[in-house]
């Protein structure tokens, strides 16, 4: 059964249009400790779009991750998110809309995988938070084990029950940084046909993977970096690995 899972710049602002999107980067920049990572990135998302984040190691990537799940701030740029502007000091409604699936699982490893449901559900106000929990719980097939405590759990179990923790307030926009990492055949394809239910759900996907076919295969549109710059932003019916490849190597 599919469980619906609802819940100074240089740079221009963007125009007003009727439906804005869900993610828009104008120029946006990012450096660490002087070093440029991030450089004059332009991006746009349409709401319930499925973009898969391609890019060889150190592309920036997760840098970028970081900067759409409000985590850090872009350097230089602006970022609208759901056509409002991402300041420095955030905004706690903006990042209610937001479920990031990142590399550490931000759970409690002595606490079981229920109870971080439950607590991070309550910390975002969720109602219904014991029945969501337990829905999630099945849909990540973790009902059996789900009063275990994390820290007991296998490298697989805590990405699922991560996964679970990311989806626990419903967000619009899902942030998954390499969520197939450390998961068997079988959660593979289970976080595939998730990922493909929430689309259908209508919600924002940017999933930000090393697997090129499975990405071009699964998602719509692919945004591909290269030494930090955007190189292709394309339709992945467009795409083929090999060309993919090519553009995120610097071959093409």
Do not use: W
């Amino acid at each position: 059964m599919s469980v619906v899972l609802a819940a100074s710049d240089t740079a221009k602002a963007p125009p007003p249009t009727r439906s804005l999107p869900a993610v828009q980067a104008l120029e946006i920049s990012k450096r660490i400790d002087g070093r440029p990572i991030l450089q004059d990135v332009c991006i746009d998302i349409a709401k319930g779009r499925y973009v898969a984040l391609l890019g060889a190691n150190g592309a920036g990537k997760t840098t970028l991750m970081k900067l759409l799940s409000m985590l850090a701030p872009p350097s230089g740029g602006q970022l609208h998110l759901f056509g409002q502007r991402v300041t420095r000091e955030g905004s706690p409604k903006l990042r209610a809309r937001i479920g990031l699936i990142g590399h550490q699982p931000m759970l409690y490893g002595d606490l079981t995988a229920r109870e971080n449901l439950l607590l991070f559900g309550r910390l975002y106000g969720v109602s219904d938070v014991a029945d969501r929990a337990e829905a999630l719980l099945k849909r990540v097939d973790l009902a059996g084990r789900a009063d275990d405590p994390v820290k007991a759990y296998s490298r697989g179990m805590t990405q699922r029950a991560s996964i679970a923790r990311a989806l626990m307030h419903g967000p619009d926009l899902l942030l998954a940084d390499e969520p197939f990492s450390g998961l068997d055949a079988p959660s593979n394809q289970m976080l595939e046909e998730l990922l493909a239910e929430l689309h259908r759900d209508g919600k924002t996907i940017v999933l930000a993977h090393h697997d090129i076919e499975q990405s071009l295969r699964v998602a719509e549109q692919a945004v591909v970096l290269r030494r930090g710059r955007v190189v292709v932003d394309r339709p992945t019916r467009q795409l083929d690995r090999e060309t993919t490849l090519a553009e995120m190597t610097g071959q093409a």
